[in-house]
Nanobody, 121 residues
Framework: QVQLVESGGGLVQAGGSLRLSCAAS????????MGWYRQAPGKQRELVAA???????NYADSVKGRFTISRDNAKNTVYLQMNSLKAEDTAVYYC???????????????WGQGTQVTVSS
């Protein structure tokens, strides 16, 4: 069984910073891409940022230059450093990992439970 557990959400004023973490645990054989989606009320879930096992990254245009994604492969953990936060960044943030478990040869996308980020203007 594989689990992703997020931490680091909260309430922050516009212009402030937050750092999200997401740790994968369980019967993990390997992890490919990890990343973050977000979903604001009444909107579709959108990709925020992703990072491959080799460190290649991509970002939504709306967060480029403000957010930085990184990962610690030894800890099976992905991070999202969010700076210069805006009210429109308010959403539930979900991490994901494309993980091959020890019990299966299949690559499966696992999700975290979500963490609320609220930016007050």
């Amino acid at each position: 069984q594989v689990q992703l557990v997020e931490s680091g959400g909260g309430l922050v004023q516009a212009g402030g910073s937050l750092r999200l973490s997401c740790a994968a645990s369980g019967s993990i054989f390997s992890i490919n891409t990890m990343g973050w989606y977000r979903q604001a009320p009444g909107k579709q879930r959108e990709l925020v940022a992703a990072i491959t096992s080799g460190g290649r990254t991509n970002y939504a245009d709306s967060v480029k230059g403000r957010f930085t994604i990184s990962r610690d492969n030894a800890k099976n953990t992905v991070y999202l450093q969010m700076n210069s936060l805006k009210a429109e960044d308010t959403a539930v943030y979900y991490c994901y990992g494309e993980i091959r478990s020890r019990s299966s040869n299949l690559l499966y996308r696992y999700w975290g439970q979500g963490t609320q980020v609220t930016v007050s203007s």
